[in-house]
């Protein structure tokens, strides 16, 4: 049977360990005499309420060391708000740090509120310091003369820290700028004025002060490269011959309708026509009986009838058939 004291025994151990951790957790003795060593004063009450308040002693700790060896005065409160804000107190110290270093003014509170706002305020400094070449996408623009032309841009920009709080960002200056070289080409009277000089896109572009309201300061914008593309003026002019073409066509057969139309009603009136001639001649047998009936026609003339029908009938056969002997005759004795 085991002994119970061992248990006993172990457990104390464990329960010392246990209280050790938890007082050097609450307790960081060592972070304090690391702050203390490095001419920091904080006292071990207050990393104590730093655990209470869920602030994290070493960030706050390391920063007020790394300030304080850069020669920048930084208050613990300050730090914890920020902390406590949503905000990156290593990022925040070392911008501030770097900006010092670069004679850039920077105060802790403008620094704080770039952080807060959701920009990289270290970034920011180091573009201040190092500027940044933004290459534009290709702008498509056409000249005076309606020759197409394709032109690339680079933007050298820097940070502006005072307007980082509000500020439009890099799509906005390449918006912008895109907006600068459609409008310097195409005030351009001719395409080869825009070949031959450049640089009048980037001095246009700068005067319009392109970087009013947003965040970065433009430097300079150099044209990297131009491309000629189609003829915009001509292809203008083709399809606007396409167009009236086609009209031409559509009022045409609208016209060649109209006239068909217009020679199927006469078709329709010329039978309408023969079809009453037709049937008034079918009135003229009863109104000769008729006239037998009543002794008004005789024998005699009604044969002087016929044999005038048969005569028209004879000439209008003539006159139907051009290959007729009694025709051919005719045209021999004219002849």
Do not use: C
Not at 188 to 216: C, M, Q
Not at 232 to 247: E, P, R, T
């Amino acid at each position: 049977m085991e002994n119970p004291q061992v248990w006993i025994i172990i457990a104390i151990g464990f329960g010392s360990l246990f209280a050790l951790w938890l007082i050097f957790y609450f307790i960081p003795v060592g972070l304090w005499f690391k702050a203390l060593v490095s001419g920091v004063r904080i006292s071990l009450l207050q990393l104590v309420f730093m655990r209470w308040r869920k602030v994290p002693p070493p960030i706050i700790v390391n920063s007020l060391i790394a300030s304080t060896k850069a020669g920048l005065k930084l208050s613990r409160d300050s730090l914890e708000a920020h902390y406590l804000a949503g905000g990156r107190v290593k990022t925040v110290v070392n911008a501030l740090i770097s900006a010092d270093k670069a004679n850039i003014t920077l105060s802790f509170q403008v620094a704080t509120a770039i952080d807060l706002a959701g920009r990289d305020v270290l970034e920011a400094v180091q573009m201040s310091v190092n500027p940044k070449v933004i290459d534009t996408p290709p702008v498509t623009a056409v000249a005076k003369d309606g020759i197409q032309l394709v032109a690339k841009a680079r933007v050298t920009v820097r940070a502006n820290i005072k307007q980082l709080v509000g500020g439009a960002g890099e799509e906005t200056v390449l918006a912008r700028v895109g907006e600068g070289v459609v409008s310097s080409i195409g005030s351009a009277d001719s395409h080869k004025l825009v070949l031959e000089n450049p640089d009048s896109i980037s001095r246009v572009v700068l005067e319009k002060g392109l970087d009013s309201g947003t965040a970065f300061e433009i430097l300079s914008i150099d044209i990297a490269d131009i491309d000629i593309g189609k003829n915009i003026g001509a292809v203008l002019q083709m399809d606007q011959a396409n167009a009236d073409k086609n009209i031409a066509q559509a009022r045409a057969e609208e016209r060649r309708a109209m006239a068909v139309a217009r020679e199927q009603e006469m078709i329709a009136k010329a039978q309408e026509a023969r079809a009453n001639v037709i049937q008034a001649e079918a009135e003229v047998p009863k109104a000769i009986a008729e006239a037998f009936r009543e002794g008004n026609l005789g024998i005699m003339d009604y044969y002087k009838y016929k044999n005038i029908m048969a005569d028209t009938q004879m000439r209008e056969s003539i006159a139907d058939n051009p290959d007729s002997p009694a025709k051919k005759g005719g045209e021999d004795d004219k002849g």
